[in-house]
């Protein structure tokens, strides 16, 4: 059954190039639920690539470095918070600026503590993979889902609970109601402004942690081209997600699916018949072809994009 | 989404660029530099000879045109991030016809030229038309654009016109934009007509805008498309001739870079970044004509200053990405600008109360 | 004669009630204009206090304070006579104070609970009850007899119901104040009978209302007392019971007004427009029109009443070629229009004063002389081989400046600086100097004070006598009823009735606009 084993590798490798993408596509999901446009998902998971990696190195514990990646989102969203809520910025030309400024940033940085070098050296404490006991002894689909790092399964858990939160909770229901009608939002008591800083700070958190995760499973150091798109694929798998956790991790895993099957295509052979530039299309691709209607209407939060001003409606 | 950008006054781009100067010194003392050694080289490094004049000037061209191209978008209430893409594909489009065609000169640089504009016009004109017919908003589809555009271009260039290392075969010297006596001239950089052509494309901007029932009926749109439709103006055929238009002023961009710099185009493992930029250069130019091409002085300059200082001081080229990411921090928020603007303003009035 | 009466006379004193509500002084201030200049104003526990004044007068942002929407640059709140400081609505909500917005503040993909509980959601340990939540709302919902569905979506429900929700959204919240900002504008005289009798339930539980409003009528029937304000001052506090409609009139508008309009007899001329059997959809693709029949002729005001929703803006828009129709046949003066697209529909002789200027009629950024070639930029004498003639566009804006009073610094400046009646003037210079066959106002006079109503009003009726259509929608019964010479009711989508104003009664057209038949069925 060659092919039944070139499909679990192929899953295998989807799940893991994933995973980073569901962090940061969640944390889009939270910063355009509370009505703010983030295309800064690239710039904060740069910066939490850079940040997991020297922590990493000077710690010497991967965990640590996951920790002060999404703390550097964290940091790095603050600045798109202040701009967009406070000082009611333009939120695309913002977003802009946050990915110049991490690019910028974190290879200024790196050229400090790596004496002149634009990278950083390779990390030796990587995140290990787990074998899940007895699930990862089922043929075929343990290799697929149960022989992969932590951190899958943790993304796994981090969907169902932003799916709680979102729909459940009260804290869900403002954060939606902020970024469909914030007039609507303020007159019912509810601090638009705090809902906003706390949608676009969690946005930071969670994809300066797929950032991390990109260092910490599959890169091994931080250079230029550690992130180079994969913020942008998160963009694309909140709307093909419909702004949806579950949507979201679908639309991750099937974006995961193409990568996969792209550094795979040599191997399989078939870049003789589609070239791979093609497949590497495809998210892109996609994503104009789900936003333009011809797969269902993908309709995103009413406010999102647009300053909220009191006394005004 | 609503992406009517502010009206802001000519103070706010300058306290933005002081502004985030500041922040860039405080970069380089944190980082044990002297920022005012390292600002001196930057500047030595773009006036201190008629060559680096040249390379400046070189710098500063193709943010003209992809400033143009943002600029002229949001003239019409459109956000054209693809500048980047549409400049990819213009200058892959000039280079395949610099390439292919063997004409005179007169026909040749023409034609590339003209191929690089519908080439960037259609693929602005893309967005622009799912926009116009299936409401979807061109931020987003722009951006993906783009990519598509980075990994087509450069399969376009293996596949069809490589040369032994990774980039494109040269183009025929008959559609060389770049002429020894004006490079004499400055020395050897490598300016080229390209500066001509922007500056040129920059005076045509204005005109069609302010002076053309055309540019009436796109400044009517993108204030306001409900009014404009209202007004019996076909909104969304306006929509896609102002993304086309935007597309080809990106691309002109693109053939410009291709025929008056390299005279090739490289396999790229990262964008080229002028796209981007122009959206910073138009911000910081209010998007008028004038103003783009003083930001793309700016920036050109700030670009090209910090490859001396790195030189110079040692200080990371990348400490002007991150001032340039702050002009644009700035600006976005224009409130801090406005509210230092008033602060200063106060000022004057309270010495000359305390001086009588 | 009312003259006779001192004015400015005080009503407490004579019995000292308690005050529910007291605000002492407030100004506010907008870029340097005072909205609020200095108002006190005072309401006693369980009466219902009208705010009266003109659009624009000041009486939104009076209350918008109270709610904590907005701060007051100085005065002091008094809430059941203790001092209050209302920095934001959670304060307001919490001192008891709840506001039914004039726009409505709903979540229009919530569901009518999740737009009750929004902001004050019962928990049952992380998550929200919902069952909690439901209970409560009903039991609020039978004692004050406000029936809606908990599990609709609110964009599906109409706009009667919409009220309700936010009613029970302030009751829900435990408010004993509550302020209703202009809640009869979109209602059917109906639905505004049902909702004064909420109204007096609500009194009669205790609870204190404040009305907002520019109705005169209105206060007459449902206020016990009434606040007069112009221009960011009181004028006068008085008893409903003390006054009448022509004090109130005067005193709003601070001179003699003339409640009925001059309208002089007009034969009607020939036929200008016919629809026949017009069918279209609305944005999401439902059917908003159903077989509209209809024929407008020169020399006549045709107006079309209804409530809002009922497919005015889609029959506009049919008309003028900014929506496509599904079937049906449109002739102006002989000519077949259906099909056509706006422009040449304009070209073929008819003119539209859009229902929201500022969505619609004007480019805010553009300059005054650019707002009033908006539709004819493209003619010979403004535009040669492409090239606009900015010396002609110029003369031509200061021709129509002259010609209808528009108030602007000069031609050139933005139409942003103007008011909104003065932008509203400019549509409609622009609208009439095209000599149009039809002329369709849409909302004419929405959000204007009385005098630029009445100039307005005029143009309109100078239009009928000069022999042209005119077919006028207004959600404004009483401006449907002066203007009018027929009225044709609009009820979902269909044209449910065609009646002459002279011999009907607001009840009888309220029937109709609530899609009942007017003779058969009687006032509940």
Known sequence: MEWLSILTTIIHNAVIYATPLIFAALGGVFSERSGVVNIGLEGLMIIGAFASAVVTLWTESPFLGLIAGALAGVLLSLLHAVASVTFRAHQVVNGMAINFLALGLAIYLTKQLFSGSAQTTTLKTLIPKWDIPWLSEIPYLGPMFFKTYPTSYFAVLVVILCGYLLYKTSFGLRLRAVGEHPAAADTMGVHVGRMRYTGVLISGALAGLGGAIITLTTTSNFSYSTISGQGYIALAAVIFGKWNPYGVLGAALFFGCVQALNSSAQVLGFSAYIPTAFIQMLPYLLTIIVLAGFVGKAEGPKASGEPYIKGSR | MNFNMKKHNIGVPFVSIILAMLVGAVAMLLAGYNPVSAYAS?????????????????????????????????????????????????????????????????????????????????????????????????????????????????????????????????????????????????????????????????????????????????????????????????????????????????????????????????????????????????????????????????????????????????????????????????????????????????IPLRSRKGGA | MPLLRPGGQSYQGVKRMALAVEMKNITKTFYGMKANDDISFQVEKGEIHALLGENGAGKSTLMNILFGLYQADQGEILIHETPAK??????????????????????????????????????????????????????????????????????????????????????????????????????????????????????????????????????????????????????????????????????????????????????????????????????????????????????????????????????VEVITGLRQAQSGEMILAGNNISGLHTRQIHEKGIAH???????????????????????????????????????????????????????????????????????????????????????????????????????????????????????????????????????????????????DPKETTEQELGLLMSGRSARKETVE
């Not at chain 2, 555009?149 to 260039?157: C, E, G, P």
């Not at chain 2, 002028?274 to 783009?292: F, K, W």
Request: with cysteine; glycine share 10%.
């Open chain 3, 86 to 315: 209302i920095s934001d609505p959670q304060m307001a909500i919490d001192l008891g104070i709840g506001m039914v917005h004039q726009h409505f503040m709903l979540v229009d993909n919530f569901t009518v609970l999740e737009n009750i509980i929004l902001g004050a959601e019962p928990r049952k340990r992380m998550s929200i009850d919902y069952n909690k939540a439901s209970k409560e709302i009903e039991t609020l919902s039978n004692q004050y007899g406000l029936k809606i569905n908990l599990n609709s979506q609110v964009r599906d429900i109409s706009i009667g119901m919409q009220q309700k929700v936010e009613i029970l959204k302030t009751l829900y919240r435990g408010a004993d104040i509550l302020i209703f900002d202009e809640p009869t504008a979109v209602l059917t005289p109906q639905e505004i009978q049902e909702l004064t009798s909420i109204m007096k339930n609500l009194t009669s539980e205790g609870k204190t209302v404040i009305l907002i409003t520019h109705k005169l009528k209105e206060i007459l029937t449902i206020a016990n007392a009434v606040t007069v304000i112009r221009r960011g001052k009181v004028c006068d506090t008085l008893r409903v019971k003390d006054t009448n409609e022509v004090e109130l009139a005067e005193k709003m508008v601070g001179r003699k007004v003339t409640l009925q309009l001059n309208k002089d007899e007009k034969e009607r001329e020939g036929l200008v427009l016919s629809l026949r059997d017009v069918r279209a959809k609305d944005n999401r693709g439902l059917d908003a029109l159903h077989g509209i029949d209809l024929e407008v002729y020169g020399g006549e005001i045709v107006g079309i009443a209804g409530v809002d929703g009922n497919g005015q803006s889609e029959l």
């Open chain 3, 353 to 499: 004063i859009p229902e929201d200027r500022h969505r619609l009629g004007i480019v805010m950024d553009m300059t005054l002389s650019e707002n009033l070639v908006l539709n004819s930029y493209f003619k010979k004498e403004f535009n040669k081989r492409g090239l606009l003639n900015e010396k002609s566009i110029k003369a031509h804006a200061r021709k129509l400046i002259d010609k209808f009073d528009i108030r602007t610094p000069s031609e050139s400046a933005k139409i942003r600086a103007l008011s909104g009646g003065n932008q509203q003037k400019a549509v409609i210079a622009r609208e009439i100097e095209g000599d149009p066959k039809l002329l369709i106002a849409a909302q004419p006079t929405r959000g204007l004070d009385v005098g630029a109503i009445e100039f307005i009003h005029r143009q309109i009726l100078n239009e009928r006598d000069e022999g042209k259509a005119v077919l006028l929608v207004s959600f404004e019964l009483e401006e449907i009823l002066s203007l009018s010479d027929r009225i044709a009711v609009i009820y979902e989508g269909r044209i449910v009735g065609i009646v």
């Open chain 2, 42 to 346: 930057f500047f030595d490094g773009i006036f201190s000879s008629p060559y680096l004049m040249g390379e400046t000037i070189r710098q500063v061209t193709p943010l003209i045109f992809t400033g143009l191209a943002v600029a002229f978008a949001f003239r019409t209430g459109l956000f054209n991030i693809g500048a980047e893409g549409q400049f990819l594909v213009g200058q892959l489009a000039a280079v395949a016809v610099g390439i292919f065609f063997k004409l005179p000169f007169f026909l040749h640089i023409p034609l590339a030229i003209l191929a690089a504009a519908i080439a960037g016009g259609l693929w602005g004109a893309i967005p622009g038309y799912l926009k116009a017919k299936r409401g979807v908003h061109e931020v987003i589809t722009t951006i993906m654009m783009n990519w598509i555009a980075f990994i087509l271009t450069n399969y376009l260039i293996r596949t069809y016109m490589k040369a032994e290392s990774e980039r494109s075969m040269d183009i025929q010297p008959t559609a060389s934009i770049s002429f020894e006596w004006l490079s004499d001239l400055f020395q050897g950089a490598r300016i080229h007509l390209g500066i001509v052509i922007a500056l040129l494309f920059a005076f045509l901007m204005y005109f069609l805008l302010w002076r053309t029932k055309q540019g009436f009926e796109l400044r009517a749109v993108g204030s306001n498309s409900l009014a404009a439709k209202y007004a019996g103006m076909n909104v969304k055929r306006n929509i896609i001739k102002a993304m086309f238009i935007s597309g080809a002023l990106a691309g002109l961009g693109g053939a410009s870079e291709g025929l008056g710099v390299y005279g090739y185009m490289t396999i790229s493992s990262v964008f080229p970044g002028v796209g981007y930029d122009g959206i910073a250069v138009a911000l910081i130019g209010s998007n008028t004509s004038i103003g783009v091409i003083l930001g793309a002085i700016l920036f050109g300059a700030l670009t090209f200053g910090a490859q001396n200082m790195q030189m110079a001081s040692d200080v990371p080229y990348e400490i002007i990405r991150i001032v340039i990411a702050f002009i644009i921090f700035f600006i976005a928020s224009s409130d801090i600008a406005k509210s230092i603007l008033g602060l200063l303003r106060k």
